[in-house]
């Protein structure tokens, strides 16, 4: 029998902590873009991620804005990849909160065409995080091609005269809204079908499914974050409620946007910034 | 809402330009047809550091949209 001495004492195991390889895409383009992000909101973002991912919500993503950093920069930046980095109109606010559009003619161009990044007119959904409780009348995201045709309009308005308004390209068959009581929180909007078009609150479903067909394709135009665009320089009916995550996918089903603000809250939850 | 009052000629030199990596000037009309560019106090700390500074010095009033068209 050999001896070797202090053969008691374990090496050290190697434990070089990494983020997932898209988490730290992005964080690789806010600090390109000359923003920062503190450890906390890297941690949070990562988590997010892998939570996404674990919940098989990754892939459907088309754009997501985290609003996190303080700074247009960091943003204005998409998480999902390098493409769709927003521009912002003069008139926003930027916080570690989030940021908060003026709720005058002020609003973050995507880039995003819908009619051309969603292969499925039947298959789409939208979301704000709004951390704002009021009354203010206003649109959190949207486009639509025409001012005069508003057949292919994708909106949702948190709050509007009274209620909230979630329009999916079938705004002329027939509208899906719902009475709120409270502004702040995360809203979506999901299409999975020509038939069926659902609102939700913090997870939980809105109002009645909205089975009027769909009218048209999505919006030939730039989606904006803040108002909504009915083509590029017309923006009306801009919100003031501050953002906090902003999201365009694939349509999801139920579990997926209940899995979606579980994520979503918990990434909220650890930057302190949950409502 | 407060903001900064434009000539036409102003309101065409800054309109749609630039004053950060993503940021860009934004006029809008009031209800009587006159420009405003309506900035916030972060616009305003990134504005005094470039060649836009003179907008900062443009006469100030309350801005009174124009009324949306009928959508909702």
């Known amino acids: 029998m050999i001896f070797t001495p202090f053969s008691f004492i374990r090496r050290p195991v190697s434990s070089v902590f990494s983020y997932d390889v898209d988490a730290q895409a992005f964080f690789d383009r806010v600090i390109a873009a000359g923003g920062t992000l503190t450890t906390t909101e890297k941690n949070a973002t990562n988590s997010l991620v892998l939570g996404l991912k674990s919940n098989s919500i990754w892939s459907p993503m088309k754009a997501i804005y985290l609003m996190i950093g303080g700074t247009s920069n960091s943003c204005a930046q998409n998480l999902t990849s390098t493409s769709y980095v927003g521009t912002f109109s003069s008139g926003w606010s930027f916080a570690s909160t989030g940021a908060t559009p003026s709720g005058t003619n002020c609003f973050m161009y995507t880039q995003l065409n819908p009619n051309s990044a969603f292969s499925d007119a039947n298959s789409s959904c939208f979301s704000y995080y709004s951390r704002t409780n009021n009354t203010f009348s206003g649109t959190e995201c949207g486009c639509q091609t025409n001012i005069s045709s508003p057949t292919d309009r994708v909106a949702l308005s948190a709050y509007y005269g009274g209620s909230s308004y979630f329009d999916q390209n079938n705004f002329t068959n027939g509208r899906l809204s719902f009475t709120t009581s409270n502004t702040a929180g995360m809203f979506v909007m999901s299409r999975t079908s020509s038939k069926i078009q659902k609102g939700y609150k913090n997870g939980t479903q809105q109002g009645s499914t909205n089975t009027n067909t769909q009218t048209s394709p999505l919006p030939n135009a730039n989606y904006t974050v803040g108002s909504l665009n009915f083509n590029d320089g017309v923006n009306w009916n801009g919100t003031n409620r501050e953002c906090a995550f902003a999201h365009l996918s694939d349509g999801l089903t139920d579990t997926q946007i209940a899995n979606l603000y579980t994520v979503v809250q918990a990434f909220q939850t650890t930057l302190s910034r949950q409502v | ?72």
């Open chain 2, 1 to 72: 809402m407060i903001g900064y009052i434009l000539t036409e000629t102003e309101k065409n030199s800054i309109n749609g330009k630039f004053y950060s990596t993503v940021q860009f000037f934004y006029c809008s009309q009031n209800v009587n047809g006159i420009w405003f560019i309506l900035l916030s106090e972060d616009d305003k700390k990134i504005i005094i550091n470039t060649n836009y500074k003179w907008i900062l010095d443009c006469p100030k009033s309350e801005f009174i949209p124009p009324p949306p068209p009928p959508m909702f």
